[in-house]
């Protein structure tokens, strides 16, 4: 075992290797939800400006930069939610009997940050198959979600990535399903944004509280970002 390996290994079996893992790997994962937040809202822009930001996205530096993108974004996701869960055990496997009161005055959000966390694995995973793989639906084969631009002049063949949003959002429980996961992430930021802070030594004590409202305001802009999509679309009739 080398230098590197030992210095990754003990990081990994120590509670505060762990703790910093998840702030960091956090904090990776706030910054791209606001950057993700931003490009969905194209969507309100029609179907020209959407296209063409989901056709760059997907053709940046030859059709690679969004693979490594996803691979990192994957890597950051399986740290922080192995490393929560280990944290979590560990620390209900130390807690004595006599301080279950300190569980009961616990936020809602900090008690159920295991389980929102992995609700929240299970609903990236679908909306990966889904809007990435394509799978269960016919993205990749009706010629309705295929159309032909000219860039440059030259006729270009890409996918209808607005219509695939207004289509699949049209369907009730993928709305739902979206909305619900939505809240459990906002619910899961709530908490788990002020923590990056406290764990990265930024949070002294006369901030604390403007810290957490800033965790609250964040989160509710984020969630009222996300859900405003699905919402437009299956309540409102937003592209139909």
């Not at 055990?89 to 569980?103: G, I, K, M, T, W």
């Not at 002020?194 to 949070?203: D, M, V, Y």
């Not at 970002?225 to 919402?231: D, E, H």
Request: charged content about 10%; overall charge positive.
């Amino acid at each position: 075992m080398n230098a590197i390996t030992s210095s990754l290994a003990a990081i990994w079996t120590s509670s505060i290797g762990k703790k910093i893992i998840v702030a960091l790997t956090g904090l990776f994962l706030v910054l791209f939800l606001a950057g993700h937040l931003v490009g969905n809202l194209v969507v309100f822009m029609g179907p020209e400006p959407f296209n063409a930001y989901a056709y760059f996205l997907h053709h940046m530096a030859h059709g690679v930069g969004i693979w490594l993108f996803r691979i990192v974004m994957l890597g950051a996701l399986g740290l922080h939610i192995a490393a929560t869960v280990c944290l979590t055990l560990q620390n209900r496997a130390a807690r004595q009997p006599y301080e279950c009161e300190a569980v009961i005055q616990a936020s809602t959000a900090s008690r159920t940050m295991i389980w929102s966390g992995l609700t929240i694995l299970v609903f990236f995973i679908y909306h990966m198959l889904h809007f990435t793989a394509r799978i269960g639906n016919e993205y990749d084969t009706l010629a309705r979600y295929k159309e032909m631009v000219k860039v440059n002049g030259e006729p270009l063949e890409r996918h209808n990535a607005w219509l695939m949003v207004v289509d699949g959002f049209s369907v009730w429980y993928v709305s739902f399903f979206y909305i619900l996961a939505m809240t459990l992430l906002c619910l899961h930021l709530s908490h788990g944004f002020a923590s990056i802070f406290q764990t990265l030594g930024l949070r002294p004590k006369k901030s604390e509280s403007a810290i957490k409202h800033l965790s609250l305001a964040y989160s509710g802009v984020i969630w009222l970002g996300f859900i405003s999509i699905p919402l437009a679309i299956w309540i409102f009739g937003f592209g139909k």
